[in-house]
């Protein structure tokens, strides 16, 4: 009933900035919060910020300062927005909705988007 496409990465070099985009679909009454993640090559999936319904913001320590969750309601899209990229900020992010209430007032958990690559150079 819900899918969510992520969009926007791609090769960046060092210092940089990139906007990935997290559009959700399908019949959605409501999105709760949302979550962005990233998987390295080699390394476990990590949490990179979760963006409440309130719109109040959560990052990890690691890209705190650097980037920055937003959403759109209206178009049921989440936003990333990465600045001063580094190189070990390369990884395949996804985005994800712990919960979803559709328009027949049910709740389905956890989507996962495909996930869209970033590369930063040095």
């Known amino acids: 009933q819900v899918q969510l496409v992520e969009s926007g990465g791609g090769l960046v070099q060092a210092g940089e900035s990139l906007r990935l985009s997290c559009a959700a679909s399908?019949?959605?009454?409501?999105?709760?919060?949302m979550a962005w993640y990233r998987q390295a090559p080699g390394k476990q999936r990590e949490l990179v910020g979760v963006i409440n319904s309130d719109g109040t913001t959560n990052y990890a320590g690691s890209v705190k300062g650097r980037f920055t969750i937003s959403r759109d309601n209206a178009k049921n899209t989440t936003y990333l927005q990465m600045n001063n990229v580094k190189p070990e900020d390369t990884a395949v992010y996804y985005c994800n909705a712990p919960s979803v209430q559709t328009t027949d007032r049910k709740i389905y958990y956890n989507y996962w988007g495909q996930g869209t690559q970033v590369t930063v150079s040095s």
């Open positions: 399908g019949t959605i009454f409501s999105l709760g919060n």
